[in-house]
Each structure stands twice: as C-alpha cells, then as structure tokens.
Nanobody
Framework: QVQFVESGGGMVQPGGSLRLSCAVS????????LGWYRQYPGKERKWVAR???????SYSDSVKGRFTISRDNAKNMLYLQMNNLQPEDTAVYYC?????????WGQGTQVTVSS
C-alpha cells in the first residue's frame, strides 16, 4: 500500500517561510505527476504546485513566485518551499499524485500564517 506522509507545517508570521516534506513509500520516479494540494475549511483540495517525472513544474497563480516544489528521487521525497507566506496561505497541505488518487491521501500538515 502506497503512503504519502506530510510534515513540516506550523505557525508563522506573514512574510515567513516554511518547508513542507512528503515521504512517499514508493519510488517517486514511477509517478507521472506529483503535487502539493491545499484545503481550506469546508472547501475541496486544490493543487498548488506540481512536478512531472520529466521535471516539468507548474504552480497555481496564487503561489507562483513564492512557492517552489522539488523532488529527491533517491530519498523518495517531495518538498514544498514556501516563502513570503500570507494569511491566505493558511490551510492544510497534502501531497498526492495529479490527478489525485483517493487511496493516497495522508493526514496533511497544517500551515497557519498569522501575526
């Protein structure tokens, strides 16, 4: 059974930074596209950053220029470096395939941006 385990969330002030990590229990190179999603209370999860097996990267407009997705194939890890965090980035962050696989959702990691 494949598992995605997110970590690295926390509380920061506006303008601060966090680095999220996602440990994957399977070779990350075997996935076509991996991504980071976030979910606001009562809303659906939406992807904010994605990286393909060929290292093609894209971001949602809301995070472009502030977030950076990366992958370590040797460690089977996915990362999300988040800079210049703003209150609207407050959400639970998840990693998964894109399109998402319902069986792969982990518990997520909470990011709270507040002064």
């Amino acid at each position: 059974q494949v598992q995605f385990v997110e970590s690295g969330g926390g509380m920061v002030q506006p303008g601060g930074s966090l680095r999220l990590s996602c440990a994957v229990s399977r070779d990350v190179e075997l996935f076509g596209v991996l991504g980071w999603y976030r979910q606001y209370p009562g809303k659906e999860r939406k992807w904010v950053a994605r990286i393909s097996a060929a290292d093609t990267i894209s971001y949602s407009d809301s995070v472009k220029g502030r977030f950076t997705i990366s992958r370590d194939n040797a460690k089977n890890m996915l990362y999300l470096q988040m800079n210049n965090l703003q209150p609207e980035d407050t959400a639970v962050y998840y990693c998964n395939e894109i399109p998402s696989n319902a069986a792969f959702w982990g518990q997520g990691t909470q990011v709270t941006v507040s002064s």
